[in-house]
């Protein structure tokens, strides 16, 4: 069965500090999501990563995929306000059909001034 | 383009109604999704599709049922309403790439809150 699990599931940053959010999955897999949901609002596609030593960056986020250690990270850099939001990783298995996804818990950030 | 419509956004129902909340895509994609969220958790697969007459359940599929009679439109119905069932149900959209899978992201609607009293 395929776990999905992130670490830390709240965190508290500062603005201008550097983080990083990791996470782990069970199974093997080829496709690994990240996505971004702000309170009461929908979840918006942050990162797709497709293979082993992807790595790819959208302003303040990088995100990267291991899959020999079944890891994803997520790194926030100089985090500012506006990056406050709950960060769900989904990971989809090579043995499934149909792209479905399991989820991560979600990992809820607030960045305080 | 609208993208992922679902409908109703908020709804209460009593124990034992029933309900179907609508979903509608118009990005022809061949594969949809239902998911419940609930508090400070993240989502759990109810059903999806592969395409229209072919569901299939997912991981908590009980007290709900699905179809799709059409590649745009994937209904969720709820028959006898319980307590449990208050959730957040989103449903979402993604395209095909391979027969059987897909490599691009899962394309969300804003949600239907539904209580359950």
């Known amino acids: 069965e395929l776990k999905v699990e992130q670490n830390p599931l709240f965190l508290s940053m500062q603005e201008g500090k550097n983080y990083t959010i990791y996470c782990n999955y069970s199974t093997t897999s080829d496709r690994l999501y990240w996505y971004r949901q702000d309170p009461g609002k929908s979840l918006e596609s942050l990162f797709v990563?497709?293979?082993?030593?992807a790595v790819k960056q959208e302003g303040r986020l990088m995100a990267s995929l291991d899959t020999k250690a079944r890891l994803s990270t997520l790194h926030i850099t100089a985090a500012v306000h506006d990056l406050s939001a709950t960060y769900f990783c989904?990971?989809?298995?090579?043995?499934?059909?149909?792209?479905?996804?399991?989820f991560g818990q979600g990992t809820e950030l607030s960045v305080k001034p | 383009n609208a993208g992922v419509t679902q409908t109703p956004k908020f709804r209460i129902l009593k124990i034992g109604q029933s309900m179907t909340l609508q979903c509608t895509q118009d990005?022809?994609?061949?594969?949809m999704y239902w998911y419940r969220q609930d508090p400070g958790m993240g989502l759990k697969l109810i059903y999806y599709s592969v395409g229209a007459g072919i569901t299939d359940k997912g991981e908590v599929p009980n007290g709900y049922n699905v179809s799709r009679s059409t590649t745009e439109d994937f209904p969720l119905r709820l028959e006898l309403a319980a307590p449990s069932q208050t959730s957040v149900y989103f449903c979402a959209s993604s395209e095909s790439t391979g027969w059987s899978y897909s490599n691009q992201p899962q394309h969300f609607g804003d949600g239907t809150r539904l209580s359950i009293l």
């Open positions: 990563l497709l293979s082993n030593g």
């Open positions: 989904a990971v989809d298995s090579i043995y499934n059909q149909g792209g479905k996804l399991i």
């Open positions: 990005m022809n994609h061949n594969y």
